[in-house]
């Protein structure tokens, strides 16, 4: 397939594309991301109608096809249509308000879709640069199995925090790791005051006194969830 992650190819009339089902569909997948210093939409969407959709069009690795006129009201989840790692979701109605239906009934599942097909892919990218190495240290001192690239390096490292950088002229990126004993359940507040803390002690800035910390301007967003039967919190901020 090709295409750049994050890039999704919806394959809709022209009409409808400037109907009140395009905006549907544009509210949707040109949603705003969650806890990010900028507006960023959820994905790059370009729109091609039926007729033109061909070629490498038909390739790309993210695909919304919608299909007006049809005999069954439904989504349909697809993989390797017309190229290997591709993904296509294809709304199939009887009309332009089903499918707005369809939209709307399904619209979280259709994000999730794709947005767990691109952490795949990154994953998979990422294990033909993985350290073994740092992989090993992380599982021997916190029992926990990551994919870590190869361009990380430990900056800090101690019994109970590990800090994972890479640094690039472009951009700087962190694996912020921190262990201990305590309660088994912590309040959002809790868990970004303990944040604040572990930075404040490990991650200094070049000016005295100051350090990396979460901005309150932009409170971060907490997703409670279950993973192998433990119980974590999802921090975006």
């Given at each position: 397939?090709?295409?750049?992650?994050?890039?999704?190819?919806?394959?809709?009339?022209?009409?409808?594309?400037?109907?009140?089902?395009?905006?549907?569909?544009?509210?949707?997948?040109?949603?705003?991301?969650?806890?990010?210093?900028?507006?960023?939409?959820?994905?790059?969407?370009?729109?091609?109608?039926?007729?033109?959709?061909?070629?490498?069009?038909?390739?790309?690795?993210?695909v919304l096809l919608i299909k007006t006129?049809?005999?069954?009201?439904?989504?349909?989840?697809?993989?390797?249509?017309?190229?290997?790692?591709?993904?296509?979701?294809?709304?199939?109605?009887?009309?332009?308000?089903?499918?707005?239906?369809?939209?709307?009934?399904?619209?979280?599942?259709?994000?999730?879709?794709?947005?767990?097909?691109?952490?795949?892919?990154?994953?998979?990218?990422?294990?033909?640069?993985?350290?073994?190495?740092?992989?090993?240290?992380?599982?021997?001192?916190?029992?926990?199995?990551?994919?870590?690239?190869?361009?990380?390096?430990?900056?800090?490292?101690?019994?109970?925090?590990?800090?994972?950088?890479?640094?690039?002229?472009?951009?700087?990126?962190?694996?912020?790791?921190?262990?201990?004993?305590?309660?088994?359940?912590?309040?959002?507040?809790?868990?970004?005051?303990?944040?604040?803390?572990?930075?404040?002690?490990?991650?200094?800035?070049?000016?005295?006194?100051?350090?990396?910390?979460?901005?309150?301007?932009?409170?971060?967003?907490?997703?409670?969830?279950?993973?192998?039967?433990?119980?974590?919190?999802?921090?975006?901020?």
């Amino acid at each position: 397939s090709n295409g750049k992650p994050g890039e999704l190819i919806v394959v809709i009339s022209d009409g409808q594309w400037e109907s009140t089902l395009g905006q549907r569909v544009k509210s949707v997948f040109l949603a705003e991301c969650i806890a990010l210093p900028q507006p960023e939409p959820a994905f790059d969407v370009s729109h091609v109608n039926h007729k033109l959709f061909s070629d490498l069009l038909t390739r790309h690795r993210n695909v919304l096809l919608i299909k007006t006129g049809a005999a069954v009201n439904d989504v349909f989840y697809k993989k390797n249509i017309w190229a290997s790692n591709q993904v296509v979701a294809e709304l199939q109605s009887s009309s332009e308000k089903e499918t707005d239906l369809l939209l709307q009934k399904n619209s979280e599942s259709l994000v999730r879709f794709f947005n767990s097909t691109e952490l795949s892919r990154l994953e998979e990218l990422n294990k033909k640069i993985r350290s073994p190495e740092i992989e090993q240290k992380l599982k021997q001192k916190f029992g926990l199995t990551l994919i870590v690239p190869k361009n990380y390096f430990p900056a800090i490292e101690n019994d109970h925090f590990v800090w994972l950088r890479n640094e690039t002229p472009e951009l700087s990126q962190g694996i912020m790791i921190y262990s201990e004993d305590g309660k088994e359940n912590f309040t959002d507040l809790e868990i970004k005051m303990k944040i604040d803390s572990v930075s404040s002690k490990y991650i200094l800035g070049k000016n005295g006194g100051t350090f990396m910390r979460i901005e309150d301007l932009l409170p971060p967003q907490h997703i409670h969830k279950m993973v192998n039967d433990i119980q974590i919190v999802e921090t975006k901020g």
